[in-house]
Nanobody, 124 residues
Framework: QVRLVESGGGLVQPGDSLTVSCTAS????????IGWFRQAPGKKREWVAG????????LYADSAKDRFIISIDRAKNTVYLQMDTLKSEDTAVYFCAANEGGWPSPSEYEYDYWGQGTQVTVSS
């Protein structure tokens, strides 16, 4: 069974760092791209960052540049999103998704598999 499972979300204070993980099972991330998206309450889901499985293509949304780092550990079949200097506006459910086409894309319609999400709350 193909699954993506996010983990690592939680409650943090503004300025803190947090790393969320996305682990694939039932398939290997080779030849896939993984994207991170987020959805805040009352807002549309938005793209955050994406990485090709080889690691040679990485894209960030403007909101994530300079603060977030996406990385992949192919041995663990896991993609990470390290988030630094978190702000209250980063509060959202964070989803990962796999794109069988192999290239990261900001369009959610390019992704074939989705995880259930992990909640990240930034609040003092």
């Amino acid at each position: 069974q193909v699954r993506l499972v996010e983990s690592g979300g939680g409650l943090v204070q503004p300025g803190d760092s947090l790393t969320v993980s996305c682990t694939a099972s039932g398939f290997t991330l080779n030849y896939y791209a993984i994207g991170w998206f987020r959805q805040a309450p009352g807002k549309k889901r938005e793209w955050v960052a994406g990485i090709r499985s080889s690691g040679d293509s990485i894209l960030y949304a403007d909101s994530a540049k300079d603060r977030f780092i996406i990385s992949i550990d192919r041995a663990k079949n896991t993609v990470y999103l390290q988030m630094d200097t978190l702000k209250s506006e980063d509060t959202a459910v964070y989803f990962c998704a796999a794109n069988e086409g192999g290239w990261p894309s900001p369009s959610e319609y390019e992704y074939d598999y989705w995880g259930q999400g992990t909640q990240v709350t930034v609040s003092s």
